[in-house]
């Protein structure tokens, strides 16, 4: 049986628990959504995020402690969705590497909720091996791809490798990657669009920033500039 080697168990109690009288499946390629249930629960239960409907909220606080293994304790989490993209962009899940990039984002963890975190990623580099689809797999271009660009993009994708020469934070890059398509009065869409298919030969990836810091701004940097 593959869940206990994939997910947390809370993920499968709630999953046992929401239909109890009901025979369910839920293919493994979509386990992915127990993680989105649960830290959706878990926000609702301390008030993160509200339900206007008084039976809901009730509803939603009793069913998130019963899939609890421990006693409910708030805490940051990293979407399942990041988890995946740092198993792939992380080598060897190196702890220390991932505690940078957390930092450097919005999801920055004290030391109880960064190890928490990390066996959730674990668990996420086992399901993602075996369940992410291909499509969905993150592959980074060693080297540009021949694409035809203006002289304007040409000049705000260099300004934005000269950009990551620096220790920014997410927040940082998020506001000055704008401030690029400003000063060039480039179209929002088609500039994301055109760093993604530099990176990853897609029109749409992660998150822009988190995804540079994921994958490293130093090999993002090579990559523009070579373009």
């Not at 304007?152 to 506001?175: G, I, R, V």
């Amino acid at each position: 049986w593959e869940w206990p080697s994939l997910a947390l168990p809370e993920t499968l109690k709630l999953f046992m628990l929401k239909k109890p009288n009901r025979e369910r499946d839920m293919p493994l390629k979509n386990i992915y959504r127990g993680y989105d249930e649960l830290d959706l629960l878990e926000q609702i239960y301390f008030g993160k995020k509200t339900l206007q409907n008084q039976r809901e909220l009730n509803q939603a606080k009793r069913l998130y402690e019963m899939a609890l293994i421990k006693k409910p304790k708030f805490a940051k989490r990293i979407p399942y969705q990041y988890c995946t993209l740092l198993t792939q962009a992380v080598p060897n899940l190196d702890p220390k590497r991932i505690k940078v990039i957390l930092d450097k984002t919005a999801y920055k963890l004290t030391k109880s909720e960064f190890n928490v975190a990390m066996d959730r990623i674990n668990l996420t580099a086992g399901w993602a091996k075996k369940y992410l689809l291909k499509e969905d797999r993150i592959v980074l271009n060693k080297t540009p791809p021949k694409i035809s660009i203006s002289v304007s993009q040409k000049k705000a994708l260099l300004d934005l490798a000269k950009y990551l020469k620096t220790n920014c934070t997410e927040e940082q890059l998020f506001s000055q990657i704008y401030i690029i398509i400003k000063t060039h009065e480039l179209n929002n869409r088609e500039f994301f669009q055109l760093i993604y298919q530099i990176l990853i030969n897609k029109e749409r990836g992660p998150r822009l920033a988190p995804f540079i810091l994921a994958i490293g701004p130093d090999k993002v940097r090579k990559i523009l500039e070579k373009t």
